[in-house]
């Protein structure tokens, strides 16, 4: 293996989504859900051979470009994307070790890309209030100094949406050159609130603004950027950047995107209704939103962040989880979409935060079986000679297909070169399970208080795939015949066993919602769930040996949560 430099050795990649997003609601990327004007389509339409066979030129194109931004032709440089302009001003500017600030949390790839060439980066938190997120100018301005090579402005900030004042951007633009250093400004979203700082590079020779078409135009797909700077820095800029680094086809489209700056400002008014819509409605959902100056806001979901994100993802609405960052714990970011969008969204979001009722599995989850059935298993194999672990039992039930015990003994049979019939194989079981008095080995998992506490919320029910009389059996014991609304058990889904969905289909029927939540601990269950269309959550015990596998299967199935204990169910369904 061929190592890189070693300041990527160190480095986490930025992870772009690989699958495809097309059709589904997509408010993660805070893309313009208006797409872009047709204009441009039209203009694609017309392509032609030279087009595609030449190698682009781009004057005519900057000419109109700067007149819509009002600044001189030798003020830009066209760029593949925003991220390529971030990219290309720091191999401008800085070398290894040189120090720059960076105001966080905000956009991934200033992080990423300072770390690809090794620089020094000082992070300063933003702060948070209940009003929103406050960018800090004091530490800023503290923070420059000498050493300081590059400060990085993000106006409006994605995610935290904060607008940070010209008056302020001028203070740091001022001690930034008494320093030496030069202030990078992010604008990708500046149509969003409708104020730019861009007429300062007139004023100023040490700031970049940095635009983009791929939000309020809606052309991400393009990649098509630039930068605004002193005509000298532009010439500098020139010889660090690809001379053909955006292509043909972008400047067509984009041509005919600034034809149509109404189909801009036709997204703005509608992003700014739904904002509201959204925050409004939110609130009446009592979760706290942050306000926004850009096409997106930061809602904070608290105990239900995860939840949330999983199961609108299940729904095919795609949010970002930015709950990584300290004072954006449990907070997810939500683009605005279109007013059907939204509605999805927030009807979707009733589900999720107010379940009407709940579905246990019943062994695993509410009942530990390991000394009952688990033994009983374990005794029917040493009776054919054989041996079985409790952590291979467990590994087999996780791994599904074999939900039914009977149906793992003759499989671990099977394996062992053992054909045996069924009938034999359930006589014995059987046998050994009534004989040695297993059912008695049972132990209660969940809290009967915690359970109780439930069933005054939510409607209560079993999915098992236990025959009727063992459950009886054991909720009599426990004395819970009273806590549970109705079970579905082997007899009621006439031979479609799990991970076949009838019998929680079955369920949900009787319950008359499908705002329900079931909570399984193997994959066929994960199965069910997904397949019957409701929310799963898994319990699962961080020690079983194959956890991390097991986690990644499970969550490809589209359980919105995994918990380690049944009785942690009271951190998320209070
Ligand atoms: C989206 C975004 C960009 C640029 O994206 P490109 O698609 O590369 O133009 C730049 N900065 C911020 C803060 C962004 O959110």
Redesign the pocket.
Known sequence: MITSKKSLQKMHPYIPPTKNRIGKIKMD??ENAFGCSPKVIGALKKINIDDLSVYPAYSNFIKKLSSYLGVENCQIILT???????NTIFNTYLEKNDQIIIPTP??A?FKIYADAIGLNVKQINYKKTNKGFIFPLKNVLNAICKKTKLIVI?NP??PTGTYIEQKNIIKIIKKARQNNSIVLI?E??WQFCGKTSKELINIYDNIFV?Q????AFGL?GL???YIISDKYNIKNIAKAISPYSVNNLAVIAASAALDDIEFVNKSIKQVNKNKKILTNELKKLKIKTYCSSANFLIADFGFNCTRVFGQLKNKNILLRNVSAAPILKNCLRITIGTQKQTKILIKELKKILNPQAIIFDMDGVLIDVSQSYHLAIKKTIEYFGKKISFRQIQKYKQMGGTNDDYDLLEKYLFNKGFKIEKTKIIDIFDKLFIKNNLIDNEKLLIGKNLLAKLKQKYKLAIFTGRPKKDVDCTLKKFDLLDLFDFVVSKEDVLGKLKPNPFGLKLAIEKLKTDSCVYIGDNIDDCICGKKAGIETIAVIDKKITNYNDFKSKIENFGVSLIIENINNIKDVLK
Do not use: C, H, Q
């Open positions: 990327f805070n593949n994307g925003g991220e390529e302009a971030i905000t956009f790839l993000v900030n994605n992010d990708a979203y940095i983009t078409f791929s939000k991400a990649r098509l950027g």
